[in-house]
């Protein structure tokens, strides 16, 4: 009897776990319906005027080894979660800094459409 009170136990467990799990990711996608959006026509505009300044983001400073003034190099932090937490605020790293060094949020609508961009696939 101890045996079947402990496996229910557990199985209730892992339940409320998955449960609790599956609730957080679900809450933390993004509605991207009508937000169609490119690299070439959206994403790259809002990098090149926001990331890939001079000193930040771009080909002669890649700051922190990310690259976004090019399509390969937005890719590559889109597919390794890097753009995203890193503008979302939800990793260790934040970005953009303000002029004193200090983490600034950047607007929703833009966080937005790179987030919906990355889970498009990162269409070109």
Known sequence: M???????VSLLLIAVLF??????SESTQTD???????YSSTVKAFLDASCATTGCH???AN???????SYAGAKAAGTSGKLVCTIEHSCAKKMPLDAQGNAVKMDDAFIKLIKCWVSSGMPQ
């Open 2 to 8: 101890n045996k079947s009170i402990v496996s229910l």
């Open 32 to 38: 991207c319906t009508g937000i169609v959006s490119s």
């Open 19 to 24: 449960h609790n799990c599956k609730s957080d």
């Open 63 to 69: 700051s922190g080894n990310v690259d976004l003034s």
């Open 58 to 60: 771009n080909s002669l």
